[in-house]
C-alpha cells in the first residue's frame, strides 16, 4: 500500500516554481533490476548534455568494483515523467566505475561502440518485450482460475471482452504513460491463452536502430 489507501496524495499539487524534479534511473548489479534517485534542477533542462552526472553507493547495489564502493551515473536521455506530471523528468543513465571506465554492469557502453561502427548500414531489429501480470501472492498469474485451468488459448489471442482479457486498466494506463513520456514504444498486444491474452501482453516494434539498442526506450 502507498499510505494513502488509493486517495489522490493533495501535496502533488502544490506548485514547484522553476524549481523540477530529475528522476534518475539506472540497471543495477542483477543486469535486470531498476534503482532510482531524484534530484532537484533550478530549471528545465534544454538538453541532456545539461544534465549533472551523480553517483551511488554500489555495495548497496551490488555493483561496488572494490574498496571504493562509489558507481557514477552519466545521463543519456531524457523523457516525460508521466507520474509527477509537469516539467518534471525522468532520466536515463549509464553507469561507471570510479576510475570513468564503463562499469562491469553497463552493457549499452559496449553496444553503442559497436553500433556506431556500423550505423552506415542503418540496420533493422525487431523487439518483443513480454511482462506478465500476477497476483497479490506473486504466485498465481492474474485472474487465474481458483481451481484448474483456463480453457484453450485460441479465444484470448487479441482477445476482446472482459471474459478474455484481464488487466487491461493496467495495460492502457502503461501504454498511455509511455505515449505520454515520448517513449518510441510500439503498440501493445495480447497474446494467445489465459495467461498471455489476458494476462501476458507484448511491446513488439520492427524499426531503424536510430537508438542505441533500444536504449533508453526499451532499457
Same mark, same amino acid.
Given at each position: 500500500?502507498?499510505?494513502?489507501?488509493?486517495?489522490?496524495? %493533495?501535496?502533488?499539487?502544490? %506548485?514547484?516554481? =522553476?524549481? &523540477?524534479?530529475? $528522476?534518475?534511473?539506472?540497471?543495477?548489479?542483477?543486469?535486470?533490476?531498476?534503482?532510482?534517485k531524484t534530484r532537484t534542477l533550478e530549471q528545465v533542462p534544454a538538453d541532456v548534455a545539461e544534465?549533472? !552526472?551523480?553517483?551511488?553507493?554500489?555495495?548497496?547495489?551490488?555493483?561496488?568494483?572494490?574498496?571504493?564502493?562509489?558507481?557514477? &551515473?552519466?545521463?543519456?536521455?531524457?523523457?516525460?515523467?508521466?507520474?509527477?506530471?509537469?516539467?518534471?523528468?525522468?532520466?536515463?543513465?549509464?553507469?561507471?566505475? %570510479?576510475?570513468?571506465?564503463?562499469?562491469?554492469?553497463?552493457?549499452? $557502453?559496449?553496444?553503442?561502440?559497436?553500433?556506431?561502427?556500423?550505423?552506415?548500414?542503418?540496420?533493422?531489429?525487431?523487439?518483443?518485450? !513480454?511482462?506478465?501480470?500476477?497476483?497479490?501472492?506473486?504466485?498465481? %498469474?492474474?485472474?487465474?482460475?481458483?481451481? *484448474?485451468?483456463? *480453457?484453450?488459448?485460441?479465444? $484470448?489471442?487479441? *482477445?476482446?471482452?472482459?471474459?478474455?482479457?484481464?488487466?487491461?486498466?493496467?495495460? !492502457?494506463?502503461? $501504454?498511455?504513460?509511455?505515449?505520454?513520456?515520448? =517513449?518510441?514504444?510500439?503498440?501493445?498486444?495480447?497474446?494467445?491463452?489465459?495467461?498471455? *491474452?489476458?494476462?501476458?501482453?507484448?511491446?513488439?516494434?520492427?524499426?531503424?536502430?536510430?537508438?542505441?539498442?533500444?536504449?533508453?526506450?526499451?532499457?
Amino acid at each position: 500500500m502507498d499510505g494513502l489507501n488509493g486517495l489522490k496524495n %493533495p501535496f502533488m499539487d502544490l %506548485p514547484q516554481g =522553476s524549481r &523540477i524534479q530529475a $528522476y534518475y534511473l539506472w540497471i543495477d548489479g542483477s543486469g535486470q533490476a531498476l534503482r532510482g534517485k531524484t534530484r532537484t534542477l533550478e530549471q528545465v533542462p534544454a538538453d541532456v548534455a545539461e544534465l549533472p !552526472e551523480w553517483n551511488f553507493d554500489g555495495s548497496s547495489t551490488g555493483q561496488s568494483t572494490g574498496q571504493n564502493s562509489d558507481v557514477y &551515473i552519466r545521463p543519456v536521455a531524457i523523457f516525460k515523467d508521466p507520474f509527477r506530471r509537469g516539467d518534471n523528468i525522468l532520466v536515463m543513465c549509464e553507469t561507471y566505475a %570510479p576510475d570513468d571506465s564503463p562499469h562491469p554492469t553497463n552493457t549499452r $557502453y559496449e553496444c553503442n561502440v559497436n553500433m556506431e561502427l556500423c550505423k552506415a548500414e542503418i540496420p533493422w531489429f525487431g523487439i518483443e518485450q !513480454e511482462y506478465t501480470l500476477f497476483d497479490h501472492t506473486g504466485k498465481n %498469474p492474474y485472474c487465474w482460475p481458483t481451481n *484448474g485451468y483456463p *480453457g484453450p488459448q485460441g479465444p $484470448y489471442y487479441c *482477445g476482446v471482452g472482459a471474459d478474455r482479457v484481464k488487466g487491461r486498466k493496467i495495460v !492502457e494506463a502503461h $501504454y498511455r504513460a509511455c505515449l505520454y513520456a515520448a =517513449s518510441r514504444l510500439p503498440d501493445p498486444t495480447g497474446r494467445s491463452c489465459l495467461l498471455s *491474452g489476458s494476462t501476458r501482453w507484448d511491446l513488439a516494434r520492427v524499426s531503424p536502430w536510430v537508438i542505441t539498442c533500444g536504449c533508453p526506450d526499451t532499457s
